[in-house]
């Protein structure tokens, strides 16, 4: 299994920017679709965006689509998450993992999480 330790997270005013990294261990990593969820207070764990292993394709949740770009190097086993227009309702403390699934939803393939990293963006 892919350990995996996520960072880039912090303040933002609302339409501003920020760009998340996720460090993968191993040499499996691009063995692996990869993705970013988020986890707002009170409520559950979401999907965010996801990406392929050769990073060919990506696929990003609605409220997100045209705002956030997932992309990968494969020879840096990390992965990104470019955040544009940040809206105070994107704060929520990200999380990458693996992930497996297709047009009809992407699931996370791990059981065990990172530490996530703290988006906060103020109105």
């Known amino acids: 299994q892919v350990q995996l330790v996520e960072s880039g997270g912090g303040l933002v005013q609302s339409g501003g920017s920020l760009r998340l990294s996720c460090a993968a261990s191993?040499?499996?990593?691009?063995?692996?679709?990869m993705g970013w969820f988020r986890q707002a207070p009170g409520k559950e764990r979401e999907f965010v965006a996801a990406?392929?292993?050769?990073?060919?394709?990506?696929y990003s949740a609605d409220s997100v689509k045209g705002r956030f770009t997932i992309s990968r190097d494969n020879a840096k086993n990390t992965v990104y998450l470019q955040m544009n227009s940040l809206k105070p309702e994107d704060t929520a403390v990200y999380y990458c993992?693996?992930?497996?699934?297709?047009?009809?939803?992407?699931?996370?393939?791990?059981?065990?999480w990172g530490q996530g990293t703290q988006v906060t963006v103020s109105s």
């Open positions: 993992n693996a992930v497996y699934g297709g047009s009809l939803g992407y699931y996370p393939l791990f059981d065990s």
């Open positions: 191993g040499r499996t990593f691009s063995s692996y679709a």
């Open positions: 990406i392929t292993r050769g990073g060919g394709s990506t």
